[in-house]
T-cell receptor, first 116, second 115 residues
Framework: SQQGEEDPQALSIQEGENATMNCSYK?????LQWYRQNSGRGLVHLIL?????REKHSGRLRVTLDTSKKSSSLLITASRAADTASYFC????????????????FGKGTKLSVIP | DAGVIQSPRHEVTEMGQEVTLRCKPI?????LFWYRQTMMRGLELLIY????????DSGMPEDRFSAKMPNASFSTLKIQPSEPRDSAVYFC?????????????FGDGTRLSIL
């Protein structure tokens, strides 16, 4: 079953605007990762936030994590046409580490379109 | 350093044929993952290896699917016989060492169409 679910499924904004995508998950986690996928390409790792962190920044990216609500958000500031892609959250349920399993479970993604 | 390399990029074949997908992970990475991506089900983990040994194959849909990793620089995913419902994009990914905080590095996938 899907651990992470992104919201919205699709988002269209003008270049220069901010884009916010949300991810909700069901079970406790060790960490949460965000990936980007350009059309016809593989996923690319963007940022990782650990379960004991609340916020993390990387360039124009800002990720927040609320473990009490089991949710995370990815904010892209001052968006560019090149940010057009699908964005996925991936979680590693904390039960995995005890079992020696290192699996990530991906959501179905948010498709972001940035209009020039 | 070269990324994860998958071949072929596209494969079109008829139902019942054997299909072999290939992957070369990033040198020095201990973990290798095979995923399948469809519109309906999203990205699903099929199987993963640690140091060439299969660790968890619970995501492999049927006995028609098999995966091997004969050495640290090569893995195959085989479907025999193939069916139209196997049509999807198949990704290989690798990560550097064990640990749930390691990012996975993906290849650009093989787009498989079974007619």
């Amino acid at each position: 079953s899907q651990q992470g679910e992104e919201d919205p499924q699709a988002l269209s904004i003008q270049e220069g605007e901010n884009a916010t995508m949300n991810c909700s998950y069901k079970t406790s986690i060790n960490n949460l990762q965000w990936y980007r996928q350009n059309s016809g390409r593989g996923l690319v790792h963007l940022i990782l936030i650990r379960s004991n962190e609340r916020e993390k920044h990387s360039g124009r990216l800002r990720v927040t994590l609320d473990t009490s609500k089991k949710s995370s958000s990815l904010l892209i500031t001052a968006s560019r046409a090149a940010d057009t892609a699908s964005y996925f959250c991936a979680t590693d349920p904390s039960r995995n580490s005890g079992a020696g399993s290192y699996q990530l479970t991906f959501g179905k993604g948010t498709k972001l379109s940035v209009i020039p | 350093d070269a990324g994860v390399i998958q071949s072929p990029r596209h494969e079109v074949t008829e139902m019942g044929q054997e299909v072999t997908l290939r992957c070369k992970p990033i040198s020095g990475h201990d973990y290798l993952f095979w995923y399948r991506q469809t519109m309906m089900r999203g990205l699903e983990l099929l199987i993963y290896f640690n140091n060439n040994v299969p660790i968890d194959d619970s995501g492999m849909p049927e006995d028609r699917f098999s995966a091997k990793m004969p050495n640290a620089s090569f893995s195959t995913l085989k479907i025999q016989p193939s069916e139209p419902r196997d049509s999807a994009v198949y990704f290989c990914a690798s990560s550097q060492r064990q640990g749930w905080d390691q990012p996975q590095h993906f290849g650009d996938g093989t787009r498989l169409s079974i007619l």
